[in-house]
C-alpha cells in the first residue's frame, strides 16, 4: 500500500537553498531529494518560475552517477525510480535568474500517484567565495576525492597527519554514515567482563567492548561484573518498545485542536496502514494527543524491528500526516510540522522517562552480603542508605538520573558497537533503586527508560563497530533486544561498582591509581 503525499508534504520534495544560477550561462538548476516514500518518475510536464514556463525541451535531469537525460526522455522504458534518499539535480536551459526570492513550480507524473506538483519559493543568493572542502561529486569516497581532502586539511592547518588518515576498511562503505570522509579517530577498545545474563534473550557469558578513552572506567565496570557473577549474573527484562516521531498541527483556536485530537483517535485504525504502507518493519502501536493553547501534538509511537528507527517513524509518519491531511474535514488546519520538538529526538525528556523512547529495560540482581563486603568492603546497609542520600541529591538538582554514571557504560559501548552517541542524551536516564533483603542481602535494579540501540542499520554495519557486535553475537535478525538487556547489565555493574567505591571511599584512590595521566 502507498501513501498520498498531500501538497504540503510534496514541498518537502523541493530542497530549500538549491536555487541556483549554472556557471558559464548554463541555465538555472534546482534539487528535489525524495524524504517520501520510493515512486517511478514517467513525466515532467513543465517547470515554472517566476511565471515562465519552460517545456520538457527546456529541462534536463542529472539523475546522479553520470545519468544525465533530457526531460523529453524520462517516459521511455517506464520511467525512473526515484528511490528514498535519492536526490535529482533539475537544470533549466533559460536565462540567469536575479538575487531573491523566486517562485518556483514543477508539474510532473509519478507512480502510482499520477500528476503531482510541488510550488515552493527559493532564493537566489550571492555566490559563497569562502574556502570549501573539496569534494567530487562523481565518487566522494573514492581515494582521490578523500586524498584531495586530507591534502586540504593539512595545507589549510598547517600540520602533517600521521594517525588519523590510517584505515583499514573501503570508505565506500560510509555512505550514509558520514560525508566529507577524511580519515578515522582511533577509540580504545578495552575489554570487561565475561558478564554473566540471565535475560529473556541474553542468556550466557558476553564479553563487553568498551570504548573509552576515561582510565579506570574499564576496570571499575570489570570489578562490577566481577561481582554480580559472583552472585549468580544479573537479571534483564526488556519491559517496553516504542520509537516516536511527534508532530504539530496549528489551528484558529483550542476548539480545533480539540476536535481534530478527538477526529485522529477516532479514526485511527484508518491511520496505521498509511503509516506502516512506508515499511516492512515499522509498526505503529499508538498515538497519543496532547492539547495545549492552539495546537494538537501528535506522538506516535511505533516499534522498528532490529534498527533504533528515527528515521524509519519519520518517513512513516509523513505517510500518515499526509493522510490525515488531505481526509480531516474538520477546523482548517492552517499550519503542520512533521516534528515538534515533543519526541525529544538527542534530549532528555520527563515524557521519555515516562513513556518510552526505544527499549525500556530493569537490570537486577541480589548481591550476597558476604561476597559485597569482602569484595567492596561495604555492607547493603550501607549502600541502601547511600541511595537515599543520593537520591535527595537528584531531586534538588533536577538529574535525570538518580543513579551514578549510566552514561558512562552506555556511551562506551555506543562507540564500540555503532550506535548513534548522541543517543546517550536520552539512553543515560536512569531509576535506580536499592533495598536490604529479609536475609541482610542487598537487592539492586536499575530501569532505563529510554534506551536506543540498533543492532541494524547507523553505523552497526560498519568495520570495527560490527565486530564489536560480533563479539557480543548480536548480528542479524532479532537481535536488539538481547543487545539492550547486555547493555542494561552493564550499566548495573557499573552503578554497583562506583556506588562501593563512594561509600567505602575507594574512589579517588582508584583513580590515582588506574585514571592519572598527567
Not at 562501593?500 to 592519572?516: K, L
Request: net charge negative; charged share 20%.
Amino acid at each position: 500500500m502507498i501513501f498520498t503525499p498531500s501538497p504540503m508534504l510534496l514541498k518537502l520534495l523541493y530542497t530549500r537553498g538549491s536555487l541556483r544560477n549554472l556557471p558559464d550561462n548554463g541555465g538555472v538548476a534546482f534539487s528535489l531529494k525524495n524524504r517520501l516514500d520510493t515512486v517511478r518518475l514517467t513525466r515532467i510536464d513543465h517547470v515554472q518560475v517566476n511565471g515562465h514556463r519552460l517545456g520538457p525541451e527546456s529541462i534536463t535531469l542529472d539523475l546522479g552517477e553520470g545519468d544525465v537525460r533530457p526531460a523529453t526522455e524520462l517516459g521511455e522504458d517506464g520511467g525512473v525510480e526515484f528511490q528514498v534518499g535519492r536526490s535529482i539535480t533539475v537544470r533549466l536551459h533559460t536565462e540567469a535568474l536575479p538575487e531573491g526570492m523566486h517562485p518556483v513550480q514543477l508539474q510532473f507524473a509519478a507512480e502510482p500517484f499520477g500528476d503531482l506538483s510541488v510550488d515552493v519559493e527559493d532564493a537566489i543568493v550571492q555566490q559563497d567565495s569562502r574556502v570549501k572542502i573539496p569534494r567530487q561529486d562523481s565518487d566522494d569516497y573514492s581515494e582521490a576525492a578523500i586524498q584531495a581532502r586530507q591534502r586540504f586539511a593539512q595545507d589549510f592547518s598547517g600540520q602533517e597527519f600521521e594517525h588519523i588518515t590510517k584505515y583499514s576498511f573501503d570508505p565506500h562503505m560510509l555512505q550514509g554514515n558520514c560525508e566529507h570522509f577524511t580519515g578515522v579517530a582511533q577509540i580504545p577498545i578495552g575489554l570487561a567482563g565475561p558478564l554473566r545474563v540471565n535475560g529473556e534473550h541474553a542468556q550466557g557469558d558476553f564479553l563487553i567492548p568498551m570504548a573509552t578513552t576515561e582510565g579506570t572506567l574499564v576496570a571499575s565496570y570489570n570489578r562490577g561484573m566481577q561481582l554480580l557473577n559472583l552472585c549468580g549474573g544479573v537479571k534483564c527484562t526488556v519491559i517496553g518498545d516504542a520509537m516516536q516521531r511527534a508532530p504539530v498541527f496549528v489551528f484558529d483556536d483550542a476548539r480545533g485542536a480539540r476536535d481534530f485530537g478527538r477526529w485522529v483517535e477516532e479514526n485511527i485504525e484508518k491511520i496505521r496502514p498509511e503509516a506502516e504502507s512506508t515499511s516492512r518493519v515499522a509498526k505503529l502501536q499508538y498515538i497519543d494527543t496532547y492539547l495545549a493553547n492552539k495546537f494538537a501534538y501528535l506522538r506516535f509511537n511505533f516499534s522498528t524491528g532490529d534498527a533504533a528507527g528515527q528515521n524509519m517513524v519519520g518517513r512513516a509518519t509523513f505517510a500518515a500526516c499526509s493522510w490525515i491531511l488531505e481526509n480531516y474535514r474538520g477546523a482548517p488546519i492552517k499550519h503542520f510540522y512533521l516534528e515538534s520538538n515533543f519526541a525529544t529526538d538527542k534530549k532528555a525528556s520527563q515524557i521519555n522517562v515516562m513513556r518510552t523512547r526505544g527499549k525500556r529495560v530493569v537490570a537486577e540482581a541480589v548481591i550476597k552480603r558476604d561476597i559485597l563486603q569482602q569484595r567492596m568492603r561495604v555492607t547493603p546497609e550501607q549502600l541502601a542508605y547511600h541511595g537515599q542520600v543520593s537520591n535527595v541529591g537528584a531531586f534538588i538538582s533536577g538529574a535525570n538520573n538518580n543513579g551514578a554514571h549510566s552514561a558512562n557504560g552506555i556511551t562506551a559501548m555506543f562507540i564500540a558497537t555503532g550506535q548513534d552517541v548522541a543517543n546517550v542524551s536520552e539512553s543515560s536516564a536512569g531509576i535506580i533503586y536499592s533495598e536490604v533483603t529479609p536475609e541482610k542481602d542487598l537487592y539492586l535494579s536499575m530501569t532505563i527508560p529510554s534506551l536506543i540501540v540498533a543492532t541494524h542499520g547507523g553505523g552497526t554495519g560498519l568495520a570495527t563497530q560490527n565486530e564489536c557486535l560480533k563479539m557480543l553475537n548480536c548480528v542479524g535478525r532479532g537481535t536488539v533486544n538481547k543487545f539492550a538487556e547486555i547493555v542494561a547489565g552493564v550499566v548495573l555493574a557499573g552503578e554497583l561498582s562506583l556506588a562501593s567505591a563512594i561509600s567505602s571511599s575507594d574512589w579517588v584512590s582508584s583513580h590515582e591509581q588506574y585514571g592519572r595521566n598527567r
